[in-house]
């Protein structure tokens, strides 16, 4: 044991040693205890408990939309499967009410013998359970529904317009043949107006074919549409494919839609219903007298033609440059002109022989 004395003896720089080694311990010591006391005591709100680590906040990313290719809407991807359906539909007096019409996406109304009209109309992204009736083929109708692909339905015709429709790159269910199974005759018209089609059923038949290709440039909303943004207002437009068939389609804008009449008498559906489109498309087309009393409307070319969209209409050119090419509508500038979102009529209007386009 050292004395106070003895210690007061030892060298001074023995005693600067002892001095330096004990802070030194003493702060290891102290360092060792606030360690242990992190690891073990987190943070302390006031109350005591310990504090919740942040939660991450996720922002759900919006899923993948697709255009709709026949109505330019947005919809999911995967609905936009199986094949497109047309057909040849009756316009007869004693046809109507047609059957899903108001189902339609792309109506075309064609010229046939009588000064009569018929219709090609295409159903895609709402199929209703039957379409109908449906009549024979007729010349310009390869035309027509080649850039859709798909299924054509129709209840037969002169053969040589039935082996232009078998060559066109579409399927053809022929009333009679071998898709008869989906076709039927309802008690409720009478023939020839009767053929009926169960349109899901056939669909589902040939679901490994591939959807359409998109016809028409579409906008994202109505009021960017072509007519809507920089056409005339209007009430709408007056059509006449002869001189005893007139078409009316008039804006209502309650619907945000233009409603159709024949012959000055609302055009009704089968729904009880009338008749309406978000676009109406009329085009003035020349007529083919090479099959004698059958006119066949010429699809390849080019021509004027008329867009109403949104009460308003825009005279516009279109073009069409083969058969299996889509109908294109340019404005005086050669850009596309963009129909809003929605069903879509198009009037093949002839340029002669009584046929005329009048925006009223």
Not at 13 to 34: D, E, H, K, N, Y
Not at 177 to 186: E, L, P
Not at 233 to 245: I, M, N, T, V, Y
Request: net charge negative; hydrophobic share 40%; proline share 9%.
């Amino acid at each position: 044991m050292t004395t106070p004395a003895r210690a007061r003896a030892l060298p001074s720089s023995v005693r600067l040693a002892a001095t330096v080694g004990m802070l030194v311990s003493a702060l290891v010591l102290g360092a060792c205890a606030a360690e242990s006391t992190g690891a073990e005591s987190p943070t302390a709100t006031p109350g005591g408990a310990a504090s919740p680590e942040p939660t991450p906040t996720v922002t759900a990313e919006a899923p993948p939309m697709a255009v709709q290719p026949l109505r330019g809407t947005q919809v999911s991807p995967e609905t936009i499967a199986g094949p497109a359906l047309a057909a040849k539909i009756d316009n007869h007096v004693g046809a109507r009410p047609q059957v899903g019409l108001d189902h339609t996406d792309i109506v075309f109304e064609e010229l046939v013998e009588g000064g009569l009209t018929r219709y090609v109309a295409v159903w895609f992204s709402d199929v209703p359970a039957e379409i109908g009736p449906v009549r024979s083929i007729r010349p310009m109708d390869p035309d027509i529904v080649s850039p859709f692909g798909g299924l054509i339905a129709y209840s037969g015709g002169q053969q040589r317009f039935v082996d232009m429709m078998l060559n066109a790159p579409v399927h053809n269910a022929i009333h009679g043949g071998a898709d008869d199974q989906f076709m039927y005759r309802t008690r409720s018209k009478a023939a020839p107006h009767n053929v009926i089609v169960r349109a899901p059923e056939l669909r589902a038949a040939y679901a490994d074919i591939p959807p359409p290709a998109q016809q028409f440039a579409y906008s994202q909303r109505p009021q960017t549409a072509s007519a809507a943004a920089y056409g005339n207002p209007a009430a709408g437009l007056d059509l006449f494919f002869s001189a005893k068939e007139g078409r009316t389609w008039l804006w209502d804008a309650g619907s945000g839609r233009y409603l159709r009449s024949q012959n000055g008498a609302p055009d009704m559906d089968s729904a009880g219903g009338q008749l309406a489109a978000t676009n109406v498309v009329a085009l003035s087309v020349s007529i083919d007298w090479t099959y004698g009393d059958i006119p066949k409307t010429v699809m390849v070319g080019s021509g004027p033609a008329w867009v109403a969209t949104g009460g308003k209409v825009v005279q516009v050119t279109w073009t069409k440059t083969s058969r299996d090419a889509p109908i294109q509508l340019t404005n005086a500038y050669g850009t596309p002109v963009y129909l809003a979102p929605g069903n879509t009529w198009v009037e093949l209007v002839p340029n002669a022989r009584g046929g005329s386009v009048t925006v009223v």
